[in-house]
């Protein structure tokens, strides 16, 4: 007789991210999304050494410098088509 291993049931908190959220002017949009707080917060760090970085050139440029916090997220909150955004907040010449 074969033993069958037991998996546990995951509990409903496992549905909860950690989103990494960028502000420019009165915009908000999730940059990324991560399983623990602790990842989430060492790419709110990465991103905002990249601002810091690119600042002048953004400001001449007159673009929004992108402001960024941690805050949890449900992944059912996540929009269908979310993709995640580049550290300057920015895609294709498209600010947020």
Same mark, same amino acid.
């Given at each position: 007789? @074969? *033993?069958m291993q037991l998996l546990p049931i995951p509990r409903g908190d496992e549905d909860t991210l950690w989103a990494v959220i960028a502000t420019a002017g009165k915009a908000d949009r999730v &940059?990324?999304?991560f399983r623990s707080?602790? &990842?989430a917060l060492a790419d709110r760090a990465? @991103? +905002?050494?990249e601002v810091r970085a690119? &600042?002048?050139f953004l400001r001449r &440029? $007159?673009?929004p410098v992108p402001?960024?916090? *941690? +805050?949890p997220? $449900? @992944?059912a909150d996540l929009p269908r088509s979310w993709r995640p955004l580049p550290a300057l907040g920015f895609l294709r010449g498209e600010f947020i």
């Amino acid at each position: 007789m @074969r *033993v069958m291993q037991l998996l546990p049931i995951p509990r409903g908190d496992e549905d909860t991210l950690w989103a990494v959220i960028a502000t420019a002017g009165k915009a908000d949009r999730v &940059a990324e999304v991560f399983r623990s707080r602790d &990842a989430a917060l060492a790419d709110r760090a990465w @991103r +905002a050494n990249e601002v810091r970085a690119y &600042a002048d050139f953004l400001r001449r &440029a $007159k673009q929004p410098v992108p402001h960024y916090s *941690v +805050a949890p997220i $449900k @992944r059912a909150d996540l929009p269908r088509s979310w993709r995640p955004l580049p550290a300057l907040g920015f895609l294709r010449g498209e600010f947020i």
